[in-house]
Each structure stands twice: as C-alpha cells, then as structure tokens.
C-alpha cells in the first residue's frame, strides 16, 4: 500500500501547474471543452483525485453524524471479520465468512443509503468535486501539456490505484 501510495504521488503535476490563471481560456465550442477535459483528466488525473478525496474528507467533517455513522460501521466490520474468534452464530446456524461478508455488506449499505444521510452527504461531495475538475479542464488550454493520445499509452483511472503500468499491444 505505501509503494503503491508513494508510486501514485511520483504521477503527480505541481499544483502552481494546475492552478496557474495563464493557462485558463474559454473553449470555443463543446466539442473543445470535451478535448480539453479528455487531455486535462488524462494529465492532471492525480491532482484530481486528490481534488476528489479532499473534498470527500472536508464534506465528512463538516457533517460529523455521517462520519459518527461511518466510524461505527467500520468498528463493526473489524470486529465482525478480524475480532471475533467464535464462530458466529444466528439462529443456530454458524455463518461462514462468505456469509459474514455479504451480511455486513447489506447492513453497511442500507445504513448508508436508507437509514442515514451518509450516502447523500458523499454524492453531494462527490458532484461538487466533478463539477470542480470538468470547470478547470474544459477551460485549462492543454497545448503545453506533454500527453500521449495513443491508446496503447493511455492508463485507465484504476490502473493509477493499483500501480499498473500501460501495456503496450504489438500490430
């Protein structure tokens, strides 16, 4: 987790890069702001995801009940699956660890969903962060930014996550 943490911050653009006002015009049209997004999210995708969880995270402490919320719910994982050393039992019947998994899982999302504010407080967090980045890469020029469009260069959002590297398909 550390190297790939530390491989994922090595991808990262200067922030005076990201937010310098030279850069910042108008598109002329859709289909340039749609460009200028595509190049912009391919180029500054650390930046924004780093957008995307500072946000996420400022949201959750201004909302202390959904963090409350989230905690507990972790606490109850913890204990569920790595805490408890008998075996659990409902009914008589001992559940396996498929089970427990699936069984947390619904509990977890009908807590976060239905029963809470968690799950709205983390799509509102979550829209503001993509209304953010789609503002700032459809009006950033990207014609100094040194990005590959071809596709064998091109690395999907999760392959950034987990540290993967583009793989290159021969013709």
Do not use: C
């Amino acid at each position: 987790l550390k190297d790939t943490a530390a491989t994922v911050l090595k991808q990262q653009k200067p922030w005076s890069e990201v937010f310098d006002r030279n850069t910042l015009s108008k598109p002329e049209n859709m289909s340039d702001a749609l460009s200028r997004l595509k190049k912009n999210a391919s180029y500054f995708r650390v930046n924004y995801l780093m957008i995307m969880l500072a946000t996420t995270a400022l949201t959750l402490l201004m909302n202390p009940m959904s963090l409350l919320v989230l905690v507990l719910l972790l606490v109850g994982w913890i204990y569920v699956m790595f805490v408890r050393t008998a075996p659990l039992e409902i009914g008589g019947r001992t559940l396996s660890d498929r089970e427990k998994l699936i069984g947390m899982s619904a509990v977890s999302f009908v807590t976060i969903f239905f029963l809470t504010s968690v799950g709205a407080v983390f799509f509102s967090a979550m829209s503001f962060s993509l209304a953010v980045i789609a503002a700032h890469g459809a009006f950033r020029e990207p014609d100094n930014l040194f990005v590959d469009d071809g596709p064998e260069q091109s690395q999907s959002f999760m392959g950034i996550l987990t540290g993967s590297t583009p793989s290159s398909n021969p013709v």
